[in-house]
């Protein structure tokens, strides 16, 4: 079972806390306001009230032993620093952190956070990226390099089977799934013979998946 330890619980924190917890994984949920610690209580695996700035406290707490940590106190870059500070001195192996803007993001790196999310700004490229492809049904980013896009099979590839396109080769991507309807088929068989109907659920860097939409 994976273990997270995330701190701050405002929209952001709490949300992502009960999405883990519901994913099956240990989740220790810390805030410094009572408030917004007891409303997540019997959503997570343990929630408690208490201050990441002191490094003491999570390492009472047992911070080093979860695998990962999620700094969601986007909003007060000063918190954010130290809890960082904190986890990183106590060992913890892969930080998440959230930011408010690109240079509270550029801070949290040079203090070794692993990942800097700035949540708005993804779900606003997310959109754009949605919005200015009219063949993508969905977009699911993965990193900055890589994503998972959803588009209906192209016309070029219909009657012909995955081994035939050899798209993994050719374009630099892999096919992971094929909707059709609610029927999904993941990791299809390589005689799978593509229909006009079928949605395929490509896998990609940046590039190849753009490369995949002008098919």
């Known amino acids: 079972m994976k273990s997270y330890i995330v701190i701050g619980l405002g929209r952001f924190g709490s949300q992502a806390a009960k999405r883990l917890y519901e994913l099956g ?3 220790l949920a810390i805030d410094h306001n009572s408030e ?5 209580a019997n959503q997570v695996t343990q929630a408690v009230v208490a201050d990441a700035r002191d490094k003491e406290v999570l390492r009472a707490l ?3 032993d979860f695998q990962c940590a999620i700094v969601a106190i986007g909003d007060n870059l000063a918190d954010s620093v130290l809890a960082t500070m904190n986890l990183k001195e106590l060992g ?3 930080i998440v952190c959230k930011a408010s803007d690109e240079t509270h993001r550029q801070v949290l790196l040079k203090l070794g956070a692993d990942r800097v999310v700035i949540p708005e700004q993804e779900h606003a490229d997310r959109l754009a990226k949605n919005l200015s492809s009219p063949n993508v049904l969905d ?3 993965l990193s900055e390099e ?4 959803e588009i209906p099979a192209p016309k070029a590839w ?5 081994k035939e396109l050899n798209v993994r080769a050719k374009l630099g991507v892999n096919i ?7 029927h999904i088929n993941v990791s299809p068989a390589a005689d799978y013979r593509i229909e006009a109907e079928d949605v395929m659920v490509v896998l990609g860097d940046t590039a190849a998946l753009d490369a995949v939409q002008k098919v």
């Open 25 to 27: 994984c240990e989740v």
């Open 36 to 40: 917004l610690v007891q409303p997540i």
């Open 92 to 94: 913890v192996p892969y």
């Open 158 to 162: 219909v009657g012909k089977s995955l």
């Open 62 to 64: 047992g911070a080093k």
């Open 146 to 149: 890589y994503g998972i896009i």
């Open 139 to 141: 977009y699911i980013e």
């Open 176 to 182: 992971i799934a094929v909707k059709k309807g609610s």
